[in-house]
């Protein structure tokens, strides 16, 4: 047999072979997609094989099921507005131990496997690192064996597809379900009924005891899809639960009984609408009615599905609830479960104040994504009161006996009550969830060592006054499964052969590659590996833009959601900088760079869709000069999603994480590129700091001030003119954005970058670090020429990978916060 060395040795598709394959293939064919192996175009054939490998899912996820249940497991529900999935097959083939089969069955048949894997469209359920975070967590779920479920939205469009028109984004919407999707299955059978709007009645029972009844205005169904999420070995099949909003069955408009209350709400959201679209802002809070309709919706479908399930064992004993059921809010998005299980529990299961509020901060558990002030969720009070009325008295009812208690630890101090309460008084009242989510949960965390730091000193500072140790560090990670094995195969195999095939599982094998680092033949093969993939991208590049560039370039690569903390400007302004040095010299000696950029900005986000214009206005010109003599090459790759991700971060040689320190939280390309080989150059924010811990100093390349450096500036009064004028590098390259050499025709078009960077105070402090970044920049092109220590620190910033695979994040919030146990599947 021509098998390589596979990782699974006892899956439940060990069974599977070839000729089992290539059958089940045709009979889809035949069977389910009405075609035949000679009519058959590629779509049909990825359909067909979806389909055979689905079969293999689909007895995993029986059994799994049926285990979990029997044993009434404890499991964690991860609560999350956004699921970043992005392609199914290739990772479902590869957890299943399927992937030489299927190609070797598809070949036979004349099919190229990786061919027809182009066919699946991304499910872009997401934004960005939040969205894809969850994606990563629930594969390290299935895989570890851990009892767990997600739960979210199931969105009509996914994040918009992205097009570049002259040099400008153009938002088209994503239709990723147009053709069908192989891998959900509907589930009309847990159908759940959600109410929005209406009053609420105060009723005085026999007891004396005031009930409140909520008479909603308007409900709708909530209808379930499922999605299996297979582990690595293919033993444990876990599922994502996604809910799609549709008008109810008796669309009780309970207008008649409520004499006419209910008026203007009749217009502002359909049943439909609710689903329809997944916002694109990230790290902004919009504010808008339809998004907070959104996290309502999918919340209230959850809570009652967990619900269901728990009473079906347990009946109306609330008494285990705790120990079976702990819920894990992806940011503040899905806060407002925590008074819908309040309301639940009082309203519906009539239990007392303070038991539900004792089930409810037994449950929940909170991660804070993010400092940044604009993407911390406030709600207008009266927006929750017209949408959630009931909710909304909850809300207050928390937060009185949250100030009793207060007020009991620091009396008569109003300063920290002002701080500490979930409603900010002011001209609007606001609801701030962020508040809300610490309150109503036993356990929060940051997303890497210096962001949970700061959360306790800077966002939360008094909380972790009142609780301390109740806001902890969970560092994130990746799934080493999507982003090593199945996104990099050639790599993959030379590490196989080098250490064996079990680092998937345990990255800190990854390890034992450290000893080969300055192997000469072990070297030459690492680069022969990336050289191969920087090919492969030049081919897609030279498709999809007709940009030819020089593979034996430096490929460096910035991919993230297009922001002004994640400082783009800052790599162009570097990019100028060189084209300048060029001019000025046309010896200037560098080795030849590619500089490659894929990014969305959200739609209303001005200089961030300005900063892509920039991005393509000054490539064009660059790209097409030739006194540049091809060493710089800048490409914009449009449409920036998990997919094309899998193929640019193969083939990086160097990795840009330069956000301003403090401002981002993790980052998590970081890890991915670290793993693949490519060196980063980047500041020491989020986990980059963690990241240089792993590998060392000397393969990594720090620059810039560290995050007490940028506070102490803001407090000296931090002048961007100072920079400008004092180093004239900077000041040319700033006022020649303001002609019109980039923008022929067009002066001015680039203008707005210079008037953030010096009229509106450059809040980033991209100035206060160009030239540090600069000089970071030529240790880079120094180290890159010596061909012997960049393979050296290539494979050492592989081979230190180990810590950043999710699976050791989930173990963190199992030991630290989850207390899960895990639960084998036969
Ligand atoms: C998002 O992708 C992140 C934070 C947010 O507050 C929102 Cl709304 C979206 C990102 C962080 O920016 C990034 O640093 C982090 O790695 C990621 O979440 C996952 O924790």
Not at 480 to 505: E, Q
Not at 710 to 719: C, H, I, P, Q, R
Request: aromatic share 10%; glycine share 6%; charged share 25%.
């Amino acid at each position: 047999m021509s098998r390589k060395a596979k990782a699974p040795s006892t899956t439940a598709s060990e069974a599977i072979n070839k000729i089992d394959f290539k059958e089940a293939v045709i009979r889809h064919l035949h069977c389910t997609l009405g075609t035949d192996e000679n009519k058959a175009n590629n779509h049909a054939w990825w359909k067909a094989t979806c389909a055979a490998i689905q079969e293999n899912v689909l007895e995993g996820l029986r059994k799994t099921q049926k285990t979990h249940y029997l044993n009434d497991t404890r499991a964690v529900h991860y609560f999350s507005a956004e699921f970043l999935m992005g392609r199914l097959l290739s990772n479902n083939m590869h957890n299943l131990g399927l992937f030489d089969t299927a190609q070797e069955a598809l070949k036979e048949l004349g099919v190229e496997l990786t061919d027809i894997m182009e066919e699946e469209p991304d499910m872009a359920l997401g934004n960005g690192g939040l969205g894809r975070l969850a994606a990563c967590f629930i594969d390290s779920l299935a895989t570890m064996e851990l009892p767990a479920i997600g739960y979210g939205i199931h969105y009509e469009h996914g994040l918009f597809r992205q097009e570049i028109k002259s040099g400008a984004q153009i938002e088209r919407p994503d239709s990723w379900r147009d053709y069908g999707n192989p891998w959900e299955i509907c589930r009309p059978e847990s159908i759940q009924e959600v109410s929005l709007y209406g009053y609420v009645e105060t009723k005085y029972g026999e007891n004396g005891r005031i009930q409140k009844e909520w008479h909603p205005g308007v409900t709708v169904k909530g209808v379930p899809w499922d999605i299996p999420v297979v582990g690595y070995e293919g033993k444990t099949v876990n599922v994502l639960r996604l809910w799609q909003s549709e008008a109810s069955d008796y669309f009780n408009w309970d207008v008649f009984n409520a004499g006419g209350y209910v008026d203007a709400q009749r217009e502002n959201v359909h049943a439909e609408t609710i689903s329809k679209v997944l916002y694109p802002n990230d790290e902004t809070e919009a504010g808008k009615e339809l998004r907070l309709v959104q996290q309502y919706f999918f919340c209230s479908c959850s809570l009652k599905d967990i619900i269901r399930r728990y009473k079906r064992a347990h009946g109306d004993d609330w008494s285990r609830f705790v120990e079976q059921v702990v819920i894990q809010l992806n940011d503040t998005h899905p806060a407002i479960a925590i008074p819908e299980l309040m309301r639940i529990l009082v309203d519906r299961a009539e239990l007392d104040w303070d038991k539900a509020w004792n089930i409810c901060t037994q449950v929940f558990a909170y991660t804070n994504h993010t400092l940044l002030p604009e993407a911390l969720e406030k709600w207008p009070a009266r927006m929750i009161e017209k949408i959630l009325p009931r909710h909304l008295e909850i809300i207050y009812e928390i937060n009185h006996r949250f100030m009793a208690l207060v007020d009991k630890k620091w009396p008569g101090d109003n300063e920290k009550k002002a701080k500490l309460s979930i409603i900010e008084e002011g001209n609007e009242k606001m609801v701030r969830m962020g508040n809300l989510s610490v309150i109503g949960s036993f356990a929060v965390n940051g997303v890497a060592e210096i962001h949970s730091h700061l959360v306790k000193q800077n966002l939360f500072p008094e909380f972790e006054a009142l609780w301390p140790g109740k806001i902890t560090n969970v560092t994130n990670g990746i799934t080493p499964r999507r982003w090593l094995k199945a996104c990099n195969p050639a790599l993959s195999a030379l590490i196989d052969k080098k250490i064996g095939n079990d680092w998937p599982l345990d990255l800190n094998k990854l390890e034992g590659l450290s000893k080969h680092a300055e192997n000469k033949t072990f070297q030459k093969q690492f680069m022969q590996v990336k050289h191969a993939n920087k090919q492969r991208l030049a081919k897609e590049i030279k498709h999809s833009l007709d940009i030819d560039v020089d593979v034996n370039a430096i490929f460096d690569v910035q991919i993230k959601r297009l922001h002004e903390y994640k400082r783009q400007h800052l790599n162009l302004l570097h990019i100028m900088a060189l084209y300048r040095r060029i001019l000025e010299n046309p010896d200037y000696d560098m080795h030849p760079r590619v500089f490659i950029f894929g990014a969305k900005a959200a739609p209303g986000y001005r200089l961030a869709k300005d900063i892509i214009y920039a991005i393509n206005m000054v490539g064009n010109k660059i790209n097409n000069d030739p006194r540049v003599k091809n060493k710089i090459k800048v490409v914009f790759m449009p449409n920036y999603r998990v997919s094309l991700a899998e193929k640019m971060i193969p083939a990086s040689d160097v990795s840009e994480q330069i956000s301003t320190a403090g401002k981002e939280a993790s980052g998590t390309g970081n890890m991915k590129l670290a793993l693949n080989g490519a060196l980063t150059i980047g500041t020491l924010d989020g986990a980059n700091i963690e990241i240089a811990e792993e590998v060392g100093d000397d393969n990594i390349f720090i620059f810039g001030l560290t995050v007490d450096e940028v506070d102490a500036l803001k407090n000296d009064g931090y002048n961007p003119l100072d920079y400008y004028y004092r180093d004239a590098e900077i000041k040319a390259i700033l006022d020649w954005l303001e002609t019109d050499y980039f923008t022929p025709g067009q002066p001015g078009a680039l203008v707005s970058i210079k008037q953030s960077l010096l009229d509106e105070g450059d809040a980033y402090m991209v100035l206060a670090d160009f030239r540090a970044y600069s000089d970071a920049q030529i240790k880079v092109d120094e180290a890159y020429r010596d061909k012997t220590r960049w393979a050296k620190m290539a494979i050492i910033n592989t081979a230190k990978m180990g810590k950043f695979t999710s699976d050791r994040s989930i173990q963190d919030y199992v030991d630290k916060i989850w207390k899960l146990r895990a639960c084998e599947v036969k």
